[in-house]
């Protein structure tokens, strides 16, 4: 997978865009719980970069989902990662995780999903149904769309869907389909509405919800994905649109804007649709995180200096040299996320998918495992964590995942170490090199 300056052309306009293998949407990676990704990285940028595979439960260590490894301009490093056979299936996605330019990178491109298949098989109504991969991705129009212009002004920026200006959706009469969109934006709140449709939310995060929600839009923040089912009205033309939202008085502002036309015809070269059956759901990974004990409480707080526009974790600015939280393997541990700013954030741990225990105090039922969640703005949300897997053992990171907020400080490191073998290996401290560099 080669990393380069690529020319991108974005419905009429013509940008110069960051992609892997000349993609702006990005290549789609298919793997089946047991496979191993070995993906051979070609860094051909003017910049460092690396890859990061997000929400997979994979080692953080070496040539593994190591997003403390740097691939300078002109050199390569070969990912190798094993996914475990119990891996829980889902839509995933890749991208940059440079810091300090994860936003611009990505916002130029560099990013693209991953599939581990399985999904359907545990929520069978969905097997026979056409499923649509649907990336949303922001480019920024205002910085004339060069590589290393600071994205802003948010407001000028343009929404597309696997990397294309407002392109057709087609259904016939009747049909139910299975949208699987995934939140590939740096900053961007994507609030999904479809004309005259409800959407039914059946996954979030690649896992299947155990309880699906009935909704008439829906909001994909950055980095979430959502499995939404959709049943076509009668033939017609409809709007699926990114309704305005905003992300709070000192936030960003984000405006109506037209995603895709979706047409719904009769195509008599194509199965007559069926009405959807009951949707059962069988996701043997989808448990609450167990409690008997809970090892450790930890409180993070997120918070910003409008003044200095520097964002904090901990009253702190990310250092990749410093361990900010060390973890022993074995720990259950319960973590409250404070917001204690004017807008939102969304936190995301690399390695350990959570359970969102209470958002604001008030105590959530369990529907699923999640890898993000909204930190709403002066409130607090707790999550437990099972930091239980061997696999994970290793330092990786823990962030907002508004990209803006990740880059000028609001991000921290933690390390998952066997109490076992505390000196085994520290994993991942590889700040830069290429092949030769380990
Ligand atoms: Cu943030």
Known sequence: MVAARTHVKLGDREVEGATYNGSYAGPVLRLKPGDTLRMHFVNQLPQMTNVHFHG????????????????????TWDYVIPIPKDHPPGVYWFHTHGHDFAERQLMGGLSGTLVIEGFQDEVPVTKPLVEHLLALKEFSVGGGGRLNSVPKPLNGNLRTLNGQVDPEIVLQPGETQLWRFSG??????VRLKLDGAKLTVIGRDARPILSPEVVSEVDVGPSERVDVLVTAGPAGLYRLVA??????PIGDQFPKQELALVKVAADPSRPEPQPLGPIQIFAPNQKPVPVEHIDERRLVVFSEDPVTGLFFINHQTFDPHRTDVRVPLGNVEEWTIRNSSEELHVFHIHQVPFQVVSINGVAQP?????????VPIHGEVTVRLAFTDPLIVGRFMFHCHILEHEDKGMMATIEVYDPKHPDADKGGMIMAGGDHAH
């Open 366 to 374: 369990f529907t699923g495992l999640r890898d993000t969640i909204d």
């Open 184 to 189: 590939q934006t740096a900053n961007g709140y």
């Open 243 to 248: 309704d305005k939202t905003a992300t709070g």
């Open 56 to 75: 997979l439960a994979v080692s953080p260590k070496g040539h593994g989902d190591n997003s403390m490894h740097m691939v300078k301009p002109g050199e």
